[in-house]
């Protein structure tokens, strides 16, 4: 069976978009209508989204994120990272605990996740004197709503949240930053 990498594109779009008609998240996401209708439909017997006339929005955010983190797991057995000493720049993205020490929530990214478009650019941030990161050559798609953070770059948060619970992140920290992103409408 795939990673379900696809069906994260569903999970980063309606994060960001909010209320979406089905027909624009299909065309947001790249993917065909009938797939996203019917992930759609999932996650509404799931109970984290609202279907209401062909416009999907998130009914509970925290629901959503664990759902989220579940298959964000299923990725991560999958897609093997590649585990080198980095230093983290403007150019990939900082994810799971390495997204809390951009925002100064913990003092060292050590353990976390960057992001990379190419498996190219992994091996050039490669450093003798960096931090020891999870990195992952990963859809592109996560880039197009990439957040600036002091001089760093972080997805969307809701994917940051679901990398800390599939990191295993213990609860106190997840439920501070749940709170401040969705205080500030998930931006």
Known sequence: MRPPTRRER???ALWELGKVR???LSRVVELKYPYVHREVRRLEK??????????AEILDRKAFVMLWAEDKRRIFERVKPVRVKVIPS????????????AIGK???????IVYAR???????????????????????FA???????RRFR???WGMVLADLLAQGMYTRLFEEVFEEVVGNGGD
């Open 90 to 101: 403007p150019q990939v993205l900082l994810s799971g605990s390495a997204a809390l020490w």
């Open 143 to 149: 880039f197009r709503f990439a957040k600036a953070v």
């Open 118 to 140: 190419k498996p190219e650019e992994a091996l050039k941030l490669r450093s003798k004197r960096g931090y020891v990161l999870s990195v992952y050559a990963y859809d592109d």
């Open 46 to 55: 799931q109970g984290v989204v609202v279907n209401n006339a062909g416009t």
């Open 10 to 12: 569903i999970y980063i």
């Open 154 to 156: 972080v997805p969307p």
């Open 22 to 24: 089905v027909a624009e």
């Open 106 to 112: 913990v003092l060292s990214p050590a353990g976390g």
